[in-house]
């Protein structure tokens, strides 16, 4: 258990639903990193806060996603119209404070499956 | 455009062998460079960190390198496991994200 909690682990849902994933970052992080995983690839880098302010967005993140991380301290990932390219793995991920960044904490993931 | 890549993408190895895994990244202006473990249908863990000043970090039997001029790590395994069976995965922070390859899926056979 590396700290970072994900929810939910798993969801199944219909083309054109609006899905929503938390994660729950280790309380004393204040930056916090969301990426997509799909089969045999490694994590693609989705966009990144610190503390509240969303600083960086990949291009990856189109406008039917969309972050926040209201109090700085768990964020959510909603996801809207879902399509079928959207099913992947989505991990949360928080590094120790400072600079550089040190070690980086990974949640177990929420698996989206879009029918 | 930065890019990190793994070889082998799979490696199968009898129990007891040491083994290498590479990785190889185009741009060298790296803050740092981690590597991590993967469980089927798991997350990540951080296995070894190695900052862009340091030459290589040690952990049990994990000892990893880092050639920032030449952009190469390698992960050294000694005496593998079966446990060691996952899928490695070498990551390169570049300002505010991390960069990944597509891992190694490690096999080590009993």
């Known amino acids: 258990d590396t700290g970072v909690s994900q929810n939910p682990r798993h969801k199944i849902t219909k083309r054109g639903q609006n899905v929503t994933f938390r994660c729950d970052p280790i309380?004393?992080?204040?930056?916090l990193y969301w990426y997509r995983q799909t089969l045999g690839q490694g994590p693609e880098f989705l966009t990144y806060?610190?503390?509240?302010?969303?600083?960086?967005k990949s291009r990856l993140l189109s406008d039917r996603f969309s972050a926040e991380r209201p109090k700085g301290s768990f964020s959510t990932l909603e996801i809207q119209r879902t399509e079928q390219g959207d099913s992947a793995m989505y991990l949360c991920?928080?590094?120790?404070?400072?600079?550089?960044?040190?070690?980086?904490?990974f949640g177990e993931g929420s698996r989206l499956t879009v029918l | 455009k930065q890019e990190v890549t793994q070889i082998p993408a799979a490696l199968s190895v009898p129990e007891g062998e040491n083994l290498v895994l590479n990785c190889s990244f185009t741009d060298s202006a790296i803050y740092n460079l981690q590597w991590f473990r993967q469980d089927p249908g798991k997350g990540l863990t951080s296995l070894l960190l190695i900052q862009s000043s340091q030459r290589e970090q040690t952990s049990g039997r994990l000892n990893a390198s880092l050639d920032k001029s030449s952009g190469r790590s390698t992960l050294y395994i000694a005496a593998s496991q079966p446990g060691d069976s996952a899928t490695y995965l070498c990551a390169v922070e570049y300002g505010n994200k991390l960069v990944f390859g597509a891992g190694t899926i490690l096999r080590v056979k009993s």
């Open positions: 309380s004393e992080h204040n930056r």
């Open positions: 991920a928080s590094p120790k404070p400072g600079r550089p960044t040190g070690e980086l904490f």
């Open positions: 806060f610190q503390n509240e302010a969303q600083l960086e």
